[in-house]
């Protein structure tokens, strides 16, 4: 028999603070809005149900005890196409308030520039907070030099957008932001904005938001250059501008920023890890598609500079150097040169941008005398800034030109620099045939990493009678693509070459073996920085101690060196989470941080720390300014590398103000932690000692219920709709690693986003309440408050759990429980137990009543969605039980599924 739905008594009324109040007006008119176009184009009947689920949704919210059960009893019944339409409406709406969200801080970001105070978190903020604590203009000077913030943007399973979803949402933003920034709008402009809203609104509740069938590799690589090329690529040198005006402002003098603060790279297209459909014809055709749209946004800057730039020779002088330039080139290409317009004879700048775009277009065909490497572009443009300095440029037809040299300084012909990915395993295979090593898999760690220096030491070749098959000769192939794209491209064109689940020094040594077998060498150095990714809780600990015995290999030891002694260290927030639980796992990193750094300056390494989160807290995804603020001391270097994933990639870079803002906000703390010394504290003994005992409590609890109990996966496959999840076709790789052998090859990704469409979260709380409580009764309750306060690791750590904590909902998690049947009726109750145990400690430290008391933005915003989700929870909860009871291959039932997938994670924003 199913138990009742349950009221939530404990709903507290959504308040707005008077600064957030034209959020609250957006959103009510959008709803409006919304409604009215449910009404005339949704089908019969579809906004009378979503109208009365939401009643009684917000009832059942208020304490209602009888509106949970209406609320079953009305989407119970619906037909799969009913409930698709239903579920399609209830997302239409989360993406309104998803929107209306990022233009209210579009809005706030205005309101701070118009009253002159700098919003918190802004480069101009992080300036003065500079200069306050004393750090002088020359060593904010000297950290511009080391100063890096590369975000990596990766495929993700959980979200899959239509490109002309997402220009439908650059646009619907522009015509809300025009409504407070226009000043007073006469009522034809009115209408004529709201006709704009209403036809973007429109539009794209009557398009598909998936395009039919699995994404390809090349799809997914325009998804992500979308953002780089619609967004990044026109906001860059608004950041670094912003960057030389807050540093003036705060010091009084111009101090200049002369090489890029910012690049981006990405892993679509070169990430083989478990991915089948990724290999060195994706590496060569990503590299070729970055190359052809560089030039296509370089081709469009030129002609927006030859606009401009329309001087005569009789009304300015130009500098000797450009003349003697654009004379070398229309000499060097006479029939471009021929083909100027005769009235730009007397332009000298319009000629050179004419030569200089032959030459874009020759580069692009593959022709002789066509660009080589950027430089080359750059000096050519370059020549007509200086020129413009020398003889009359105004400072905005200068500023147009410097804006495309910042461009062509951080993007170069690549616009990102492609990573590359492979899993450890396919490396041990692969090399134990090459060696003729038929045991080399099952050999120890050590044992493969002394074969492995030997046949590095003695430059031996494979052995004649090493097998060559299909693996083997893909994964060579990888190595000689590397080196034509180095060859093509250039070296910034290739980020690190990345181990995942990188246990010993042989997993480096193995990529090192390969290349050079594959002929992947500069003269006799392999060219690439090796990045071992450490990603469960015992291969960070092993991580340092790896380190060390890589430097004292001498093969790797020369590498290092012909590397300028930097290495690469990639750290794995998700599969340690689901290894050992979070807290385990947030020590764990924070752990490995500090012997990783330590051990790097023993050893005269420049280490770069490249830290894989991803959306979810579960996965590492802290507020940006709080996770830098709390790194361990040194861990930076001036040096921020961190993956972008999924949901977040839109959320931070999908719109112009939005992705400045996350720039900015990222740069200021990174700059924070750089200039004049990294203030950050090593944490104390007694700090180290706590956290050892949350770590050893919380995991312990975490692994006896996911990894030890025998019924787990049977609770994990009943009770989250993993299976539809799995049955997605918005990803070009599957949702699992290896073998397939369990939970533990199970993607993290997808681990994260089920627990979270249940509504339970357990991969950002479980073990946390065991793990506290023991933390406070050895240490006490007052040790543990003063270090939640004054140690910014277990600060943000309280924080992160605290908001994953709010977003669940234990009622609505006990429908998905039941459809386990005897496994949730047993094993439910321990969450429900650890869930109210977590929240008791993190209410005690915080010394709070209720979650998120104190950071009511955030709590403002889970209390406006949580009535919309639990409608879509419901539904999927009675679409599950139908379809697993029936047929799978319903396609109406599953997409209605799919959707209510879609709409729960776009209502909850955090997925995997």
């Known amino acids: ?195 704009r809203i209403v036809l973007e609104m429109a539009a794209a509740w009557q398009t598909e938001e998936q395009r039919p069938g699995r994404p390809t590799v090349a799809e997914e690589v325009e998804h992500v250059l979308f953002f780089v090329a619609d967004v990044l690529f026109r906001v860059v040198p608004a950041v670094h501008e912003e960057l030389e005006r807050a540093l003036e402002a705060a010091y009084g003098e111009r101090i200049a920023v002369d090489q890029p603060v910012v690049r981006f790279a990405s892993w679509v297209g070169g990430d083989m890890d478990g991915n089948p459909n990724v290999g060195a014809d994706t590496i060569r055709a990503t590299l070729g598609r970055h190359l052809e749209m560089a030039l296509r946004l370089y081709g469009d800057e030129l002609r927006g500079l030859h606009e401009h730039l329309s001087q005569s020779s009789s009304r300015v002088a130009v500098d000797e150097a450009l003349s003697e330039r654009l004379a070398a080139l229309e000499a060097l290409l006479p029939e471009d040169a021929a083909s100027i317009p005769a009235p730009y004879g007397d332009m000298p700048y319009r000629r050179m941008l004419w030569m200089m775009s032959a030459k874009l277009e020759r ?20 020549a007509i800034a ?201 020590v764990g990193l924070q752990r490995a941080q500090e012997r990783l750094v330590a051990v790097a300056a023993e050893l005269d390494l420049k280490l770069v720390l490249f830290h894989g989160r991803g959306g979810s807290i579960s996965r590492g995804g802290s507020k940006p300014r709080d996770g830098v603020l709390a790194a361990p001391p040194g861990s930076l270097g001036g040096v921020l590398r961190s993956t972008e994933q999924g949901e977040i990639v839109g959320a931070k870079f999908g719109l112009r103000g939005i992705a400045t803002r996350t720039l900015e906000v990222t740069l200021g703390a990174l700059l924070e932690r750089t200039a004049g010394g990294d203030p950050a504290r090593a944490s104390t003994d007694t700090e180290r000692a706590l956290a ?32 539809v999840i799995e049955r997605l076709a918005i990803g070009s790789r599957p949702a699992r690693r290896r073998e397939m052998r369990g939970v533990q090859d199970l993607r993290a990704i997808p681990w994260v986003f089920a627990w979270t469409q249940c509504r339970a979260g357990l991969s950002g709380w479980y073990g946390v309440g065991a793990g506290l409580e023991a933390t406070i009764a050895e240490h006490g309750i007052d040790t543990v408050r003063a270090a939640t306060r004054d140690w910014p690791f277990l600060a943000t750590f309280i924080a992160d759990v605290e908001m994953v904590l709010a977003k669940s909902d234990l009622d609505i998690a006990a429908r998905y429980a039941e459809l386990a049947g005897d496994v949730g009726a047993r094993l439910f109750p321990a969450l429900c137990a650890e869930h109210e145990r977590t929240v008791a400690a993190v209410l005690a430290l915080r010394e709070a009543d209720t979650l998120l008391q104190h950071d009511p933005t955030l709590q403002r915003s889970i209390r406006l969605r949580n009535p919309y989700v639990d409608p879509m929870s419901i539904l999927q909860v009675d679409l599950l039980r139908r379809w697993r009871a029936g047929d799978r291959e319903d396609v109406t039932l599953e997409r209605a599924l799919a959707q209510t997938v879609r709409g729960i994670a776009r209502g909850l924003r955090n997925t995997g």
Do not use: W
């Open 386 to 586: 200086v020129s413009l300095r020398h003889n009359g440029g105004t400072r905005a037809g200068l500023a147009l030109v410097e804006r495309t040299l910042r461009r062509i300084a951080v993007f170069g012909f690549h616009l990102t620099s492609l990573d590359v990915r492979q899993d450890a395993e396919v490396h041990r295979r692969v090399v134990g045939r090459l060696l003729g090593d038929g045991e080399f898999m099952d050999r120890t760690p050590a044992e493969r990493t002394s074969r492995l220096a030997a046949a590095l030491t003695d430059g031996a070749a494979p052995s004649p009678t090493a097998a060559r098959d299909d693996e083997v000769a893909a994964t060579l192939e990888v190595f000689e693509a590397l080196t034509e794209a180095r060859a093509a491209h250039g070296a910034h064109a290739l980020g690190p070459y990345i181990i995942s689940m990188a246990q010993g020094p042989d997993d480096a040594l193995a990529v090192l073996y390969l290349a050079r077998v594959a002929g992947c060498v500069d003269g006799v150095d392999v060219p690439l920085d090796i990045a071992p990714l450490f990603e469960t809780v015992d291969d960070l600990e092993a991580g340092p101690d790896v380190l060390r015995l890589l430097a004292a290999d001498e093969t790797y030891a020369r590498h290092l060196d012909a590397r300028g002694r930097r290495q690469v260290v990639m750290l794995g927030y998700s599969d340690s989470n689901k290894d050992g639980g979070i807290a385990a796992s947030r």
């Open 363 to 382: 580069k692009g065909r593959d022709e002789v005398h066509g660009y080589g490497p950027p430089d080359e572009f750059y000096a050519d443009l370059d």
């Open 1 to 195: 028999m199913t138990a009742k739905l349950p009221a939530r008594p404990n709903a507290e009324p959504v308040l707005f603070h008077k600064k957030d109040r034209p959020l609250r007006r957006d959103v009510g008119e959008l709803g409006a809005l919304l409604g009215e176009l449910l009404r005339e184009l949704a089908p019969n009947g579809v906004y009378e149900t979503v109208e009365a689920a939401r009643l009684l949704a917000r009832a059942r919210r208020r304490g209602d005890p009888r509106a949970g059960d209406s609320l079953e009893a009305l989407l119970g019944v619906l037909t799969p196409e009913r409930a698709l339409e239903v579920a399609r409406a209830f997302s239409a709406y989360f993406g309104v308030v998803n929107m209306a969200e990022q233009v209210h801080r579009l809005r706030r970001s205005i309101d701070y520039l118009r009253s002159g105070t700098p919003q918190p978190g802004s480069l101009r903020a992080a300036a003065e907070a500079l200069a306050a604590r004393g750090t002088t203009a020359a060593e904010a000077s000297t950290a511009l030099q080391s100063l890096l913030l590369e975000p990596v943007f990766t495929a993700h399973p959980t979200e899959s957008v239509r490109r002309t979803l997402l220009k439908k949402d650059q646009r619907l933003a522009r015509a809300l932001v025009e409504r407070f920034t226009a000043g007073a709008l006469d009522p034809v402009a009115q209408e004529t904005l709201h006709d």
């Open 692 to 723: 050892a005992t949350l770590a050893e409590s919380s995991r312990a609890h975490y692994r006896a219920l996911v990894h030890d109990d025998p019924d787990f996966p049977a609770l994990f496959q009943g009770m989250t709709p993993i299976d």
